[in-house]
């Protein structure tokens, strides 16, 4: 089957020789500056996962992919963002992680909130990576803002922005562009073209250049 989400225009399923299965209308409601939405679904164990972030009413659905219909839906306080959920693997569990002005955690069975962290930044578009030890995670920068990324432990729970982050770094200039976690390494482009490399175990910046 082929997944295809077009934001407030609905969400549609087709099978291989183009035969539209069904279709979800989940309304429409305002976007940043009309901008319109950014964030694509992602299917883990035939569960499609949509960030459903507005100005107006936001909520993290989870939807039957062979059916369309709502497993569960959880509201979120939070304005419109463009990133795309995320399935963390980690060693303890398996998270639903979104970004926002504070990063949230969701069981994916059930839509309960595991844990929270206060993000900052202001461009809420980058995604984030992760891998059994740890998340990265963060916002682009603003005008006024400087972006920082974290690196998240496994197995928490609650509130986190004041501890079981085990290293922020506000040299990676994160921008738009997701990070990519490669052999122990992330690359991070920033806004401006330029590339920073750092140790993801400790945040280490190894270099920074255009």
Not at 7 to 14: E, V
Not at 59 to 78: L, P, Q
Not at 171 to 182: D, F, R, T, V
Request: glycine content about 12%; aromatic content about 12%.
């Amino acid at each position: 089957r082929v997944f295809a989400y077009f934001g407030m225009h609905g969400l549609y399923c087709y099978d291989m020789e183009g035969k539209l299965l069904w279709q979800k209308d989940y309304g429409v409601n305002y976007t940043q500056r009309g901008w319109g939405t950014g964030s694509s679904p992602i299917l883990y164990k035939n569960v499609l996962y949509i960030q459903y972030d507005n100005d107006e009413n936001s909520s993290i659905i989870a939807i039957n992919a062979a059916t369309g219909d709502e497993k569960w839906r959880v509201k979120r306080d939070e304005k419109t963002t463009y990133s795309t959920p995320y399935i963390w693997k980690n060693k303890i569990r398996t998270e639903l992680v979104t970004c926002g002005k504070t990063a949230r955690s969701y069981d994916p069975e059930t839509g309960k909130l595991l844990w929270e962290l206060k993000a900052g930044g202001e461009q809420v578009i980058p995604s984030p990576v992760g891998n059994e030890e740890l998340l990265f995670i963060g916002n682009a920068a603003g005008r006024e803002t400087k972006a920082k990324l974290f690196a998240v432990k496994a197995g928490l729970d609650g509130d986190i922005t004041n501890s079981g982050v085990a290293w922020v770094s506000e040299e990676s200039g994160l921008g738009n562009p997701s990070p990519l976690l490669y052999k122990g390494r992330l690359y991070v482009i920033g806004g401006k073209g330029e590339i920073a490399v750092l140790d993801a175990a400790t945040g280490a910046l190894k270099y920074q250049k255009r």
